[in-house]
């Protein structure tokens, strides 16, 4: 096996627990798998724990898991698999569903199939997080139904288009065509690798190989130059898979195609430190981007790396709104005219935020700073716990800024959007991000009621914590033996300072914001450890527009509450979300406020309610603002165009 240039690709153990994942894959079958070399040169060796060696106490991550876990062992995957059994020339079992998988207004998009693909990631993170038998075996029947798919068409490709593999067929040689095929079948990819690595799932393993094997020989006719003008129609994270097929392999035509799907348009200009993401459809590109990293991850080469950290600063520094969301209808905007897109119905697409924190995570997993912690909890609560709504654990298209916006969640039959895909993803994984680990050091990154197991060392970690409604968390270890291990306790940017007690007694204190604090002990059974942290309310600005502010509390955006105004009393608002203009396209009466942002940041007053906050509007009423994240069928504002004092 090639080495990959200037240095080689990670180990097959580190692939694997970057995936969650602890036990090895076997390689595939007709393929010598070949141990792989430890981790590129630059990274760190930090490792996510395995979710099965993860829990979630009680409070709203683990509710919105709850929800999630219903909603899917509602659905039935006979009715997503009925368009692939179609294609195959086979009777379909049961009746499609409705969005993207059939509305005819939908058939030219070619997005039919992709839900099957998001639907099989979330069960195999369902599963490993729960154990949950329910959810391995629809993983078995779905791969057992595709396989049955490839033998009954007589090839690896499996597709639900409305035109079949002629629709692929055509994109392969140049045709002009609507919609996207590819970004389509890597959902399918995802889907399969997912349950493979996550499920240890042989069914899906071996569909999943006879799958990428078509693709490899598909397109192998291609030039360079074909293959790049293929990839000017969105095609997900395809580079991303086929670097995880080649980590799980070894197969080098599977890093070849890793390299062939890495869009050199993008890729170039961002590992030059150009920015040229005006007008682009931002979750095209961020795909791209998180498979920039796994391809270095598998390659050592250094250009995607670079390309995936300058996108990554430029969106999540530069681009981002206060809730860690970007972009105006799907597209990223020039931020100097940032005061003509902040108050869009149509922003922050949740599907950027899943990609973003996936990216943010990739590179806290190679570079662990708190700078990528800090917007990950940011986004995780702002954009992907905000997104659910508690009551029925459905999800968000858009979470608009504008003014008197509500959210609009999808229906659980009818509309299977890019959003609804992902949406079953997030609320299944939230324990993926808590905790990170090197040979030494355990990371807390989350102030989660949760516990973590590890294993190598024998000790386990229990945080029990109020956060957010309390700045505060403790941990208490459970060793088999007095063990020595470096606990790393990220100090948040938004605290001015952390005080950490252990058993009681101060240990640290850190005045050095967006850091970690470093505790390195023999720790024994019944050692508690508690961190304390300060929040307040402070103004957040884009620098284009200084009289637009919004409010956040510690890593949380205040939104203002502003009742249901023209709604009637007891309105469903479990709607398609596509309906946005219907419900949010009037105007409607938003307060006032008057006087500077900081200012107005520090007349801002605790209520009676947890985390219930009062702010004095122009008219002498007052606006009630609570975490973002707990609006969920009102209308809201998080952005305020604030008038100066008379």
């Not at 809730?323 to 005061?339: L, Q, R």
């Not at 806290?364 to 940011?378: C, G, I, K, M, T």
């Amino acid at each position: 096996m090639s080495d990959g240039g200037c240095c080689a690709g990670p180990s097959r153990r580190a692939f694997l627990a970057s995936a969650g994942v602890g036990a090895l894959i076997a390689g595939a079958p007709g393929v010598a798998a070949q141990p792989l070399t430890p981790r590129a040169l630059g990274t760190t060796g930090l490792q996510p724990f395995d979710l099965a060696d993860v829990d979630l106490g009680e409070g709203p991550f683990l509710h919105a898991q709850r929800k999630t876990e219903a909603y899917l062992l509602s659905l039935d995957p006979d009715r997503m698999l009925h368009a692939f059994r179609v294609n195959a020339g086979l009777k379909p079992k049961a009746a499609v569903y409705g969005g993207w998988e059939s509305d005819p207004i939908w058939a030219d998009i070619n997005c039919q199939g992709h839900t099957l693909g998001h639907y099989l990631s979330a069960c195999a993170l369902a599963y490993r997080s729960t154990r949950k038998p329910a959810f391995r075996q629809r993983i078995d029947h779905i791969a057992r139904e595709l396989a049955a798919c490839q033998d009954a068409a007589k090839s690896g490709l499996v597709c639900a288009f409305p035109k079949g593999p002629a629709l692929v067929a055509a994109h392969l040689r140049g045709d002009a065509i609507t919609g996207v095929p590819w970004y389509t079948l890597h959902k399918v990819f995802a889907g399969l690798r997912d349950a493979t690595l996550l499920a240890d799932s042989a069914e899906s393993r071996a569909v999943l190989l006879r799958l990428a094997d078509w693709a490899v020989v598909a397109t192998r006719p291609l030039s360079d130059a074909q293959f790049e003008t293929m990839l000017e129609t969105e095609h997900g994270g395809m580079n991303e898979v086929f670097a995880d097929l080649y980590l799980m392999t070894g197969n080098p035509d599977y890093r070849t195609m890793a390299e062939r799907f890495s869009h050199k348009a993008l890729l170039t200009p961002l590992a030059a430190g150009r920015d040229q993401l005006d007008g682009l459809h931002a979750n095209t590109q961020l795909p791209k981007i998180v498979g920039f990293q796994r391809v270095f991850e598998a390659t050592g080469t250094p250009h995607y790396h670079e390309a995936a950290a300058f996108f990554w600063r430029t969106v999540a520094l530069t681009r981002s709104f206060a809730t860690g969301g970007h972009g105006d209808n799907e597209h990223f905007f020039p931020m100097a005219e940032f005061d003509k897109h902040v108050f869009s119905a149509k922003g922050s697409e949740t599907c950027g935020q899943h990609n973003m924190l996936k990216l943010t995570r990739a590179l806290f997993l190679q570079d662990p700073q708190a700078e990528y912690a800090d917007y990950y909890e940011r986004t995780l609560y702002n954009g992907i716990l905000a997104s659910q709504d508690p009551d029925t654990g459905m999800v968000t298209y858009f979470q608009g800024a504008r003014p008197g916006y509500m959210k609009l969640y999808h229906t659980p039959e009818h509309s299977f959007w890019c959003c609804t895909g992902t949406g079953m993803e997030n609320h299944v994984k939230y324990r993926d991000s808590i905790y990170f680990h090197d040979d030494k050091a355990l990371y807390v990154n989350l102030f989660v009621p949760s516990a973590v197991r590890w294993r190598e060392k024998g000790v386990a970690l229990r945080q029990e914590t109020r956060f957010p409604d309390a700045p505060t968390t403790t941990l208490h270890w459970t060793v088999e033996r007095p063990t020595d291990v470096t606990l790393q306790l990220r100090h948040p940017r938004w605290s001015r300072s952390a005080i950490v007690l252990v058993n009681g007694v101060e240990a640290a204190r850190s005045d050095t914001p967006g850091s970690y604090v470093k505790l390195a002990r023999t720790w024994h059974s019944g050692d508690t450890v508690e961190l304390r942290l300060a929040m307040e309310v402070v103004p957040d600005q884009a620098p284009a527009a200084p009289d637009i502010v919004a409010f956040s509390y510690g890593p949380m955006v205040l939104a203002g509450v502003l009742g249901r105004e023209g709604l009637a009393p007891g309105a469903d608002v479990i709607v398609n979300e596509r309906k946005y203009g219907e419900y949010n396209a009037g105007l409607v009466t938003v307060p006032t406020l008057v006087g500077n942002p900081a200012t107005l940041a520090a007349q801002v007053r605790k209520a009676d309610g947890p985390l219930e906050f009062t702010i004095p509007a122009a008219d002498r009423t007052v606006v009630r603002l609570v975490p973002y994240h707990r609006v969920a069928h009102d209308r809201y504002a998080t952005y305020w165009r604030i008038s100066p004092a008379v």
